[in-house]
């Protein structure tokens, strides 16, 4: 693709997304059907989802 400093590698200053798991999924593939097991699901370098990404702040209107 012509992209290899971009991309192909984890490695800082390269774009990546990753899914960070809570076990050996070589050893065990099934925990990939279990969400409770994604500690975090990143995309272009920005934690988007799992236990570790931050939830969204909720907006709570105040009636008067």
């Given at each position: 693709?012509?992209?290899?400093?971009?991309?192909?590698?984890?490695?800082?200053?390269?774009?990546?997304?990753?899914?960070?798991?809570?076990?050996?999924?070589?050893?065990?593939?099934?925990?990939?059907?279990?969400?409770?097991?994604?500690?975090?699901?990143?995309?272009g370098?920005?934690?988007?989802?799992?236990?570790?990404?931050k939830?969204?702040?909720?907006?709570?209107?105040?009636?008067?």
């Amino acid at each position: 693709m012509g992209r290899g400093d971009e991309f192909g590698t984890l490695e800082k200053g390269k774009l990546a997304d990753v899914l960070i798991v809570h076990g050996d999924v070589a050893a065990d593939i099934a925990l990939l059907e279990d969400q409770k097991k994604f500690l975090a699901v990143m995309q272009g370098g920005i934690i988007k989802a799992g236990q570790w990404a931050k939830p969204f702040p909720t907006v709570v209107k105040r009636e008067k």
